[in-house]
């Protein structure tokens, strides 16, 4: 029952940026935690974000592997139901088809380990993103 739409991705240059959406229906994403991977052309899937739910004392966190800290930024509106993964300078190496997933799993301690290793229940069917030179 659950679903996740990814939605805007599209062609751009190196240098620009693109932001994209996944709308949820099924769940909130108020709840869980809301992950970001890409799987680019003859390359296994990889993480690349994670934005945390709230909680009840904590608030929300990110996490984001290496290659686009300071370059990408992941956040959630939860009145709209939807995570985004804002994407800012972007070069060729980013090409890739993006995918957004949810999972239940809550972690303490070293979360970009724990969240990438995560099991993920619920995954979007992946919108491309190309980034020509």
């Known amino acids: 029952q659950v679903q996740l739409v990814e939605s805007g991705g599209g062609l751009v240059q190196a240098g620009g940026s693109l932001r994209l959406s996944c709308a949820a229906s099924?769940?909130?994403?108020?709840?869980?935690?809301m992950g970001w991977f890409r799987q680019a052309s003859g390359k296994e899937r990889e993480f690349v974000a994670a934005?945390?739910?709230?909680?009840?004392?904590?608030?929300?966190?990110?996490y984001y592997t290496d290659s686009v800290k300071g370059r990408f930024t992941t956040s959630r509106d939860n009145a709209k139901n939807t995570v985004y993964l804002q994407m800012n300078s972007l070069i060729p190496e980013d090409t890739a088809v993006y995918y957004c997933?949810?999972?239940?799993?809550?972690?303490?301690?070293?979360?970009?380990?724990?969240?990438?290793?995560?099991?993920?229940?619920?995954w979007g069917q992946g919108t491309q993103v190309t980034v020509s030179s």
């Open positions: 997933a949810a999972t239940s799993k809550r972690c303490s301690g070293d979360g970009y380990v724990c969240y990438l290793t995560a099991r993920y229940d619920y």
């Open positions: 099924g769940r909130t994403v108020s709840t869980g935690t």
């Open positions: 934005i945390t739910s709230s909680g009840t004392s904590s608030g929300s966190s990110t």
